[in-house]
């Protein structure tokens, strides 16, 4: 059975890859290259390629200075590199990793923060930073069940994590059970009690829980603290839409999406609760405004046209 490299094999090699591309035309000061190539990621090989790249570097405090002076000039690839330097010079401080981490977050690279992250829990399975990172990195995956043990992890270890706390109440409410997901979006307000964004999920919550009432005070609140902020306008448009205010929903829903949009949106509404004409008259107002390319509108018209087909007359 083929063994999966270990995280430090592949974060060297590309960490090393990088450098040497970033490196090729700054002639002068390039790390000389091991002697034998093709043993240079072989086992232990790893740390003497480290060696003779940085031959000077023996301590990894230095070894995390040179990459932090290395990331102010704009030289993430040799930050890498002089970070994982320091990993190698020792791996009881993981400062280099969180910090290499930091890197391909903002890059991105979501594959190559978790093998640093990863690496992190070996050694440290329950650091807090980690768990959460990778806790939220499946969430992003959709890889629920994972997100949640790694979230839990990291709340055992730090009670105030709020962020973790909001992954937990968006997977619950992706599992429907919406008590909990309130629960959760409440103990997390608790740490940051004015976040727009924690109440527009609590009111959002209530929304699917078909609680319209507190849904629009809680979405409220978040508008309140901040009235530009996107999602709770457009939760709240769905709470308009729910309660048979549609072109209340409509305006709010057209401060954060096109117009077209917008009436897709209502129209959607309109249809999971029965409002079947009203759903019909949202949609072709949708396609009229974008009738070129909104297919959604077009798919939610054809749904809607054999749901009324199949559904009884005075039903």
């Known amino acids: ?8 094999f592949v974060l060297l090699a590309v960490c090393l890859g990088a450098l040497l591309n970033a490196c090729a035309g700054d002639k002068g000061k390039l790390p000389p290259k091991p002697s034998n190539a093709s043993e240079q990621f072989s086992g232990s090989a790893q740390k003497s390629l480290l060696d003779q790249l940085f031959p ?22 040799l930050a890498l590199v002089y970070y994982l330097r320091a990993y190698d010079l020792d791996n009881r401080n993981l400062d280099s990793l969180r910090k290499m ?5 903002r890059r991105g690279d979501a594959r190559l923060a978790d093998l640093a992250y990863r690496a992190m829990l070996k050694a440290a399975p329950n650091d807090a930073g980690a768990n959460e990172s990778l806790g939220l990195s499946r969430l992003n995956g959709r890889r629920y069940g994972e997100a949640e043990g790694y979230l839990k992890r990291a709340l055992a270890s730090d009670r105030r994590r709020w962020r973790s706390m909001n992954a937990l109440g968006i997977i619950a409410d992706l599992r429907g059970n919406h008590g909990a997901a309130i629960a959760h979006y409440r103990a997390a307000a608790a ?3 004015e976040s727009p964004m924690l109440l527009s999920n609590i009111g959002y919550s209530h929304y699917l829980a078909g609680d319209q009432r507190r849904a ?59 409002d079947y004409p009203q759903a019909e008259k949202f949609f072709a107002e949708s396609i009229a405004l974008a009738p070129s390319y909104y297919e959604r509108a077009h798919d939610n018209l054809k749904q809607l046209r054999a749901l009324t087909a199949t559904t009884p007359q005075g039903s």
Not at 62 to 69: F, I, K, N, P, S
Not at 101 to 105: C, L, Q, R, T
Request: glycine share 10%; with cysteine; charged share 20%.
């Open 1 to 8: 059975m083929l063994k999966v490299p270990c995280a430090r």
């Open 56 to 77: 000077t570097v023996q301590s990894a405090p230095e070894a995390l200075a040179l990459g932090d002076g290395s990331l102010r000039e704009g030289k993430e690839e």
């Open 101 to 105: 981490a930091a890197i391909y977050v």
């Open 191 to 193: 740490v940051v009690p």
């Open 216 to 274: 629009r005070e809680y979405l409220n609140q978040a508008l309140g603290l901040d009235p530009r902020y996107g999602r709770a306008a457009r939760n709240l448009g769905l709470v308009e839409a729910r309660e048979g205010h549609y072109q209340a929903a409509i305006s709010l829903l057209s401060q954060v999406m096109r117009p077209h949009a917008a009436y897709n949106n209502v129209g959607y509404v309109c249809m999971m609760k029965g």
